[in-house]
């Protein structure tokens, strides 16, 4: 299913935070029909541009990791214009066992240094064990909460406060890439 911005109906971006932090279980902003996406609408004043959901945003995952990963909900957004493009996935799986597997299974092959990946940090925020990795001329973290596996990459000068966007904390509280998390070998 593919939903675009201005079809969306919506909450504010807030909830896509309380999902992450695991306090709502089911999402807020809907799309066409009573399909739902936990993704915020906005990420530090990008606009949800693109939405993917369901077997389609499974097979741009699945292209990323060059399998199924086997979610039992995907969602990918596109944000901002593409000269400053942000795109967030969010695989959901049916427990937190397996998006636990799944994010340890991206952070060694991640922390190996492939995948065209590097400067592999972890870092604690809200309790949640967050990896950051630079590439692709952009800055991204990931990590699980609950029965979810978040990707999120952004331009650099707005990483840091695209994320303590998504997480609703203060942007002091994101370490600068190489800051003061523990380097991943």
Do not use: K
Request: glycine share 14%.
């Amino acid at each position: 299913m593919y939903i675009t911005a201005t079809a969306m109906h919506g909450c504010i971006r807030a909830v896509a935070a309380l999902a992450v932090a695991g306090l709502v279980g089911s999402a807020c902003v809907r799309g066409e029909g009573d399909s739902a996406t936990p993704l915020p609408r906005e990420l530090h004043g990008l606009e949800l541009g693109d939405l993917h959901t369901g077997d389609d945003a499974a097979r741009l995952i699945g292209r990323l990791h060059g399998s199924n990963v086997s979610p039992s909900e995907s969602y990918v957004g596109y944000y901002g214009p593409p000269e400053m493009r942000a795109i967030l996935y969010l695989s959901r799986f049916h427990d937190h066992s397996g998006a636990q597997s799944q994010l340890v299974a991206m952070a060694d092959r991640i922390g190996s240094g492939s995948g065209g990946f590097g400067h592999h940090t972890q870092f604690h925020v809200l309790g949640i064990e967050i990896h950051s990795v630079f590439g692709y001329g952009q800055i991204h973290y990931f990590f699980a909460r609950e029965s979810d596996v978040v990707w999120l990459g952004m331009p650099p000068p707005m990483a840091r406060a695209g994320l303590a966007d998504l997480l609703l904390v203060a942007v002091d509280s994101i370490p600068s890439l190489g800051g003061t998390g523990r380097i991943v070998t």
